[in-house]
């Protein structure tokens, strides 16, 4: 296999003063606990956690619009719920699968069965047993067409039927093998939730949801902030916390701030004590600062790409698709726009992803090569204003951005990717709109171009991204071949990687399915999906999940 030759950030590596970010060779999610055996005192910091506290997290991604994240599926949710909610699953932070609400896991010779034991004596915060039948309420909730569920929804697609064995054992029966049901089961979209809570209205279920988890909560003042109140009786970390027992801090007000600059300026005033989607000039000024932390923890999954829309003109001509990704010079936008806070992707999985094939000959800046690609394509024609047409018809790329999840300086890389296509006769239409739009863009397939971040544990997610079945919606209307891929060869590659139990062979056909979609040029891969998070320096214990990079806060304390 060709490996990712980028510098690969450990996710959920912190930097206090550097001025570049560590580079490592395999995923890896660090700690920020500082822990030692001198007790606190009121007058000065101590290094051991203190109990008490409320943190005052601001996010500047878009605030959800229900906070159960079985409805849709999004990163805004799996980003909250992450501190209420818990999985069956966990992942350590060298890609191992561990016992999170599930003590241990058995699968039959044939892959058809998995049987998954509780931990004993868990409890919902409203009183409600972890047992057998609440996880089979939960696999059903995913399922039912009624929630909408799209992430949890596509997850859970091989899974034909759950069984209580007996309180403490849950069986899932699927229709064929899954090689990727562990970490399907280890993401936040399919945490596990209170099943009395999930007979109540959908509403009042997307207000408050009800988990097992070390925060619950409180209150939702829409277009504020959520308040997260710590849960006394939590007994149910995952096998790699560091705190076994419940939370240090009180609470968390959990507030939605999208301007950047008022995110960050709120954080350096101490009204917020940690921010996320961080600008890479604040990165910058964070890491020389000494008030200041840097929690680096980059997305498992899919790299952040532009997805060509291959279902209809222009993008249907392969020719027409790798023009433009000749015409667009990346690198420099990438190198200018970052800061050094992002490095170039060349492929389609994210760099922790171990089994990511990186093709950088693909996806070089080469304005000669996309001239005559064009030609070749019969783009022969120019009108007045220097766009290439065809049969009257302009060269037009109809390109929605989401603003709440494109932050500026991404927004800006497609303004120059706008540009050098511009030279080459690309009429580029980048269209701003917000989230809601956005989705009904995708849902209307009015679009040729668009950068649609997807966050799934494992390679697998190519499988979701790319298969032919994709192109049709999930329950919520959400469809995740945005590059409307249907080739038989590469369905049979991903099906079977799907289905295999062999490392070395998983291995085999999910390198020869990357090669075939990146050469196919449905995507233009940019860099991985970023997650920076700014801390302030008395903020001690925070993590980013080895899952899906959400911080949890399970584990942190103020050392004030």
């Not at 890389?413 to 863009?441: C, H, N, R």
Request: aromatic share 8%.
């Amino acid at each position: 296999m060709r490996t990712n030759p980028r510098s690969r950030r450990t996710a959920g590596t912190v930097s206090r003063h550097a001025p570049t970010l560590t580079a490592v060779a395999a995923l890896a999610i660090a700690t920020l606990a500082l822990t030692g055996c001198t007790a606190p005192t009121p007058d000065a910091a101590s290094d051991s956690p203190r109990t008490g506290g409320t943190l005052t997290y601001a996010s500047g991604d878009a605030e959800p619009t229900c906070l159960d994240p079985h409805v849709g599926g999004n990163y805004p949710q799996a980003l909250l719920s992450t501190q209420f909610l818990e999985s069956l699953v966990s992942r350590d932070k060298g890609g191992e699968i561990v016992p999170w609400l599930a003590s241990s896991w058995t699968t039959s010779a044939d892959g058809l069965t998995w049987e998954f034991t509780l931990k004993p004596d868990v409890t919902f915060t409203d009183g409600t047993p972890l047992d057998a039948a609440a996880v089979q309420a939960n696999v059903a909730h995913l399922q039912n067409p009624e929630t909408g569920s799209s992430t949890g929804y596509l997850a859970l697609g091989k899974v034909v039927s759950t069984e209580a064995v007996s309180p403490e054992v849950v069986k899932f029966t699927l229709s064929e093998p899954d090689s990727a049901l562990l970490e399907s089961l280890s993401q936040p979209w399919l945490a596990i939730e209170s099943p009395t809570a999930l007979k109540r209205s959908q509403d009042d279920n997307c207000a408050a949801p009800v988990g097992t988890g070390p925060f619950v909560v409180t209150k939702w003042v829409k277009q504020n902030a959520v308040t997260l109140t710590r849960n006394d009786a939590y007994n149910s970390p995952p096998a790699d916390a560091t705190n076994t027992g419940p939370a240090y801090l009180d609470g968390i007000t959990w507030r939605f701030i999208p301007e950047s600059a008022s995110r960050y300026a709120a954080l350096q005033a101490g009204d917020v004590d940690v921010i996320d989607n961080a600008q890479p000039d604040t990165i910058v000024q964070a890491e020389k600062s000494g008030s200041l932390q840097h929690l680096d923890a980059p997305r498992p999954g899919a790299s952040n790409r532009i997805e060509l829309n291959s279902s209809k003109p222009p993008f249907n001509d392969v020719k027409v698709r790798e023009a433009f990704i000749r015409s667009a010079n990346v690198d420099d936008a990438v190198s200018s726009l970052f800061q050094g806070t992002a490095t170039r992707s060349y492929s389609a999985l994210s760099s922790v992803e171990p089994l990511a094939v990186s093709k950088p000959e693909l996806f070089t800046y080469d304005q000669k090569a996309a001239n005559a690609l064009l030609d070749e394509a019969g783009w022969t024609e120019r009108d007045t204003d220097g766009y290439r047409v065809k049969d009257g018809v302009r060269l037009h790329v109809q390109f929605p951005v989401s603003t709440n999840q494109s932050i500026p300086a991404e927004q800006s890389l497609f303004e120059q990717i706008q540009a050098t296509a511009k030279q080459t006769g690309f009429e580029v239409a980048l269209e701003p709109m917000d989230l809601g739009s956005w989705y009904a863009a995708l849902g209307n397939h009015e679009y040729n171009a668009v950068s649609a971040p997807y966050t799934k544990v494992g390679p697998d997610v190519l499988r979701i991204l790319y298969h032919s079945s994709g192109i049709v919606p999930a329950p919520s209307g959400y469809f995740a071949n945005n590059a409307q891929v249907s080739d038989p060869k590469l369905d049979a590659l991903l099906t079977q990687a799907g289905q295999v139990s062999d490392p070395a062979e998983r291995k085999t056909l999910e390198t020869d399915a990357q090669n075939l979609l990146l050469s196919g040029f449905y995507i233009l891969p940019l860099y991985d999906q970023q997650n920076h998070f700014l801390l302030r320096s008395d903020v001690e214990g925070v993590r980013a999940m080895p899952t899906v990079s959400t911080p949890t806060f399970q584990g942190a304390w103020l050392n004030r």
